[in-house]
């Protein structure tokens, strides 16, 4: 019988080498006359491991990590093909590697495990179940069962999921849609990325499941254009899904033609297309978002009327995110409180948190709420990659606050987070290490809202350019202490008349930058030339350390 062989094929495993990883796996097996089996899995989000190579035994999966073209001659004279121990890469049981083992997961269980675009090995390992036990349920008892689940959107706002559909499935109107962003464009995050390269069934079932609550029957993944391979895979499972009925109309579980359910055809049909965004952080703000499917250019709209009771193309409209979709199944399987187990307060549930920046163990860690950034960034990340000391973290995306160590043993929860100022958002987590210059952050942040402002309203659009051009000056020790002071009044400008969080928000990362580190709030001496200014500069030359 042929030896089954993992490779990974997510865009994280590519880019390490893992397509030709794969390829001299099989030829060196050919030349061996060994019969190997290649899967394409997805990754389990041990990112520094990728690629992360597993060979199937009869104990269990054993793994190889990282493996590069090189390893593949010593790999195989090794007999890795049998599982052997005796090679420097060597990992042994994933599940049993403490990255793994510590973990809580729940939306993540199958990533890495299953070839992504198999619906048999989706349903082996529990898909569709939620669905079939949805297909029984009214409209009314699946928001039930989402609203005692506890589940808040996982994209950034925390807004309720439960209440949100109810109020899609309370207003008339002939069509519904069902809008998943996976935009993604928080720094630092891949979690929507992962659940589409690994487990990409999952999200097309928890859309669907979204659907018959409320009383769609179209929807639209919002995808972000940047991931060629994610799009691949999900177009794969999406036709898979409409070949088997689990998309169309009269959806049918079970993966079988005419297979009724209950005695009965469902008589429920939804359909579901990919919609590419064209690279503008602002399209994954909902509105501009509907903009955007709509082909217009990405603007955001006034609220009132939220998207729920006038969204895509004026119709109500449930947006969530792929992680908030992605959790829907679960639920629906395992019920409600088996989720709302997990967590702590009013953040229940597991958030995936996602480890990047200068990080040795980067990676996908998924957790219940309540856990500490200390434990994530140390006992999960192995601390930084340059192996020098950590000294701040942004967490939440670019609209984040950054975090000195004195914060790092705040709970993970929303509560816990907004009361120190800061956000959790979509769980990116951003590591910098003791050379980081936190005025530079500062003006990056700004500078990205001068980017990626929608420009619609003038906090935004006019601000974000003023704050870069005022950081500068602080940075050139013009009227220093003014211009902070005139930085601080334009933040608050910024979060109170911005119409959306692009302009509201841009100000945490940057006032936490000069709260927490204010030694680095202070003149540079190779900027000063470059800026030209004709008011009094006699009050430079400060530093806000001292303050
Ligand atoms: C500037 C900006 C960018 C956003 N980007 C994303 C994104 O990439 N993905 C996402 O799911 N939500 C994003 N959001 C939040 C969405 O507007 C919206 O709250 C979310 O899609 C709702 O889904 P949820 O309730 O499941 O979180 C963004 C919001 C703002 C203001
Ligand atoms: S805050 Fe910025 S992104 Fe949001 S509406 Fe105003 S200009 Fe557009």
């Avoid at 090189?70 to 004279?77: E, G, H, R, V, W």
């Avoid at 009214?138 to 069962?145: F, K, Y």
């Avoid at 359909?271 to 603007?299: F, H, M, P, Q, V």
Wanted: include cysteine; charge should be negative.
């Amino acid at each position: 019988m042929a030896i089954k062989i993992y490779i990974p094929c997510d865009t994280t495993t590519l880019a390490q080498g893992g397509e030709r990883v794969a390829l001299l796996i099989k030829a060196e097996a050919t030349n061996r006359s060994i019969d190997v089996d290649i899967i394409r899995n997805g990754s389990r989000g041990l990112f520094w491991l990728e690629p992360l190579v597993e060979v199937a035994t009869k104990h269990g999966r054993v793994g190889y990590g990282s493996v590069t073209e090189n390893d593949i001659t010593a790999l195989f004279d090794a007999k890795f093909y049998q599982g052997n121990k005796d090679h420097p890469l060597h990992i042994g049981y994933p599940e049993e590697h403490p990255y793994l083992k510590k973990q809580q997961r729940l939306t993540f269980a199958r990533a890495g495990i299953i070839d992504p675009v198999s619906i048999s090995d989706y349903l082996k390992y529990d898909g569709y179940k939620g669905l079939t036990s949805a297909l029984s349920k009214s409209g009314q008892a699946i928001i039930d069962e989402v609203k005692s689940s506890g589940l808040r959107g996982r994209g950034g706002a925390a807004f309720p999921t439960g209440i949100k559909w109810q109020t899609v499935h309370d207003c008339s109107g002939e069509q519904k849609y069902i809008v998943c962003n996976a935009d993604e464009g928080d720094s630092g995050t891949f979690a929507d990325r992962m659940v589409m390269e690994a487990d990409p069934f999952m999200l097309i079932e928890g859309m669907t499941i979204a659907a018959l609550a409320v009383g769609a029957t179209k929807g639209y993944i919002y995808l972000r254009s940047e991931y060629p391979v994610a799009h691949k895979i999900l177009q794969q499972a999406i036709d898979i899904a409409y070949q088997n009925n689990y998309l169309g109309e009269d959806l049918q579980v079970n993966g079988q033609t005419n297979r009724l359910v209950n005695g009965q055809a469902s008589g429920k049909s939804f359909d579901l297309e990919i919609r590419l965004g064209a690279e503008a952080y602002i399209c994954g703000e909902e509105t501009a978002l509907l903009d955007s499917i709509e082909g217009k250019r990405g603007l955001v709209r006034f609220k009132p009327p939220l998207p729920a009771i006038e969204g895509l193309f004026g119709c109500p409209t449930v947006v969530n995110n792929v992680l908030s979709f992605a959790a829907i199944p679960f639920i629906l399987t395992e019920g409600s409180q088996a989720y709302a187990d997990y967590g702590m307060g009013r953040s229940r549930g597991t958030l995936p948190f996602q480890l990047a920046g200068n990080i040795k163990q980067g990676g996908l860690v998924e957790l219940a709420f309540g856990t500490s950034l200390r434990e994530l960034v140390e006992d999960f990340g192995a601390g930084t990659f340059t192996e020098r000391p950590m000294r701040a973290i942004q967490v939440g995306g670019p609209l984040g606050a950054y975090l000195p160590e004195s914060q790092w043993d705040t709970r993970l929860d929303y509560e816990s987070f907004s009361s120190i100022g800061a956000v959790l958002g979509h769980g990116g987590i951003v590591v910098f290490d003791d050379r980081v210059d936190m005025l530079e952050q500062a003006r990056f942040s700004m500078e990205f809202c001068v980017v990626e402002s929608c420009g619609k309203c003038t906090p935004c659009r006019i601000g974000s350019t003023r704050g870069v051009e005022v950081i500068d000056k602080i940075s050139a020790g013009i009227n220093f202490a003014d211009n902070l002071e005139l930085l601080d009044e334009l933040c608050e400008t910024m979060v109170h008349g911005s119409l959306c969080a692009m302009g509201s928000m841009t100000p945490i990362p940057i006032q936490s930058a000069i709260k927490y580190f204010p030694e680095d709030i202070k003149v540079k001496s190779n900027i000063k030339t470059k800026i030209t200014d004709t008011s009094d500069s006699t009050r430079g030359s400060q530093s806000l350390a001292g303050k």
